[in-house]
């Protein structure tokens, strides 16, 4: 037997094999990604027709996600007040945004109730107060209904109102979550048909449902995934992620 022949036409029927098989993959992806891209089409469309809009694309990742467990971490009324109280006034000159900031994060670390999930969100100015706000992010995922608000007024802190979800660590188990297109459609189910709605944003975040709020003798919860919906000029509506 000729064994280099042999040997020659075994590696061209493994280049067919191979080929075959990365044709075949390659459509049946594509076959794939077409058919999520009509339907999300179609959901975009069936939106409309309900006076639903969409600013922007929708997001087109979602996965399995955990709970996440998380605790009530409340402030001693009493301690905050002498925190409060015992504040030196700002330089006039130096109270700009940059400053009042810094001055902010470190009475909150003075006052223990600093970590990596407080995220600066926003400042706002109005009149002689400014508004320095807090979100509370975990690994990656927004807490919903979780934040810190300092208002500062002259150079010193007069105010802080905070409600905070502090997290303890994400539950072991994974469940599938909704798409995205999903949600919307959640939301064209419960709407007024004669509102017009234009979606400026989505996200998955974790969320508490507040009917599920147990007053304040709760010690810890837990925080499901839900699609956070923000739209016209900033409404928020939120839909439980978690696939029935």
């Known amino acids: 037997m000729d064994w280099t022949k042999a040997k020659t036409i075994l590696i061209i029927a493994l280049l067919i094999t191979n080929i075959f098989l990365l044709v075949t993959y390659t459509l049946s992806n594509s076959d794939n990604e077409t058919s999520e891209e009509e339907l999300l089409r179609e959901t975009i469309a069936l939106l409309e027709e ?65 970590s990596p999930n407080v995220i600066l969100d926003k400042v706002e100015q109005q009149d002689n107060k400014t508004y320095v706000h807090y979100k509370n992010e975990y690994e990656g995922y927004l807490v919903e209904d979780s934040y ?12 802080v109102d905070r409600f905070w979800l502090k997290p303890k660590g994400f539950g072991q ?22 509102e017009a709605i234009l979606v400026e944003d989505m996200e998955l975040v974790y969320w508490l449902n507040p009917s599920d709020y147990e007053g304040e003798t709760a010690i810890s919860d837990t925080a499901l995934p839900a699609w956070k919906i923000t739209y016209n000029d900033g409404q928020v509506k939120h839909i439980p992620a978690y696939k029935d």
Not at 173 to 194: N, V, W
Request: proline fraction near 4%.
């Open 148 to 159: 810190i608000i300092c208002t500062v007024e002259n150079g010193v802190i007069t105010e």
């Open 50 to 114: 309900k006076n639903i809009y969409v600013k922007g694309e929708l997001p087109s990742v979602y996965q399995k996600m955990p709970v996440l467990m998380v605790q009530y971490d409340r402030l001693d009324p009493d301690f905050l007040h002498q925190k409060l109280a015992e504040q030196i006034p700002m330089e006039r000159e130096s109270r700009s945004r940059k400053e009042i900031v810094k001055r902010v994060e470190a009475f909150l670390k003075d006052c223990g109730i600093w």
């Open 173 to 194: 188990a994974k469940k599938a979550t909704i798409s995205a297109s999903a949600a919307l459609l959640s939301l064209m189910r419960e709407k007024d048909q004669r």
